[in-house]
């Protein structure tokens, strides 16, 4: 018995949906890789699930943007507004800015040079002598900071060692100050201890001992 035809409506099962959604997205991507190897077509194709989610093939040969671009122009449909197409301008213009200007920059390291004619290259040479003044005066502004940065050190240098020293002095003169207290302390209790001593043993400065003069005494007789 043949397949018996399938009523086309919507699928009420969520489960057998997404199980038909898978079968007939991959068969309709393998066609489209089967129509671009076997008739040299070109092939775009998007497709969103129910879930949002895409899938996509497009021809080796080709880009969705071309594709795109040949419709509009080919089915006279609009797909772009005036402001999209101002943008697309803008981004081509602004690629080949950065294209122009790479290549001015491999022309100032030296590079691709050879082919440059003898105009171009003496504007390439103004603009490296331009560019080596500007750099040299950098460089003896930057010297100069260094320099000023430099005095500024050594002045607090020199200010700090100035603290240093007049600390130095002041801890020095308080030594002195204490040491000079403490001799004067211990002769004023030399001074108080002599004072509480018999008279006998106290010893004169300007004369002998009064005990040995005794004693010189009695063997004298």
Not at 26 to 34: L, V
Not at 57 to 72: E, H, M, V
Not at 159 to 188: C, F, V
Request: with cysteine.
């Amino acid at each position: 018995m043949g397949r018996g035809k399938i009523e086309i409506k919507r699928i009420e099962n969520s489960t057998n949906r997404q199980v038909t959604y898978t079968k007939r997205r991959n068969g309709i991507m393998k066609k489209a890789k089967e129509i671009t190897v076997l008739c040299d077509a070109r092939v775009s194709l998007i497709i969103f699930g129910s879930s949002g989610k895409m899938h996509e093939y497009c021809s080796p040969s080709t880009s969705l943007i071309d594709i795109l671009d040949q419709y509009q122009n080919t089915s006279r449909k609009k797909l772009w507004d005036d402001k999209h197409e101002n943008l697309s301008n803008e981004i081509d213009r602004i690629k080949k800015e950065n294209d122009s200007m790479q290549i001015e920059l491999r022309h100032l390291k030296g590079e691709d040079i050879s082919s440059l004619p003898y105009k171009e290259l003496m504007a390439l040479e103004d603009a490296l002598e331009t560019g080596l003044t500007c750099v040299r005066a950098k460089q003896m502004d930057a010297l100069d900071v260094a320099k000023k940065n430099m005095k500024f050190l050594e002045d607090d240098n020199k200010q700090l060692n100035l603290i240093m020293n007049q600390q130095q002095m002041s801890y020095e003169a308080r030594e002195q100050m204490d040491e000079q207290g403490y001799q004067r302390a211990a002769r004023a209790a030399a001074v108080d201890y002599n004072s509480q001593m018999p008279f006998s043993f106290r010893v004169q400065p300007m004369q002998p001992n009064l005990q040995e003069r005794m004693y010189e005494r009695l063997r004298g007789s």
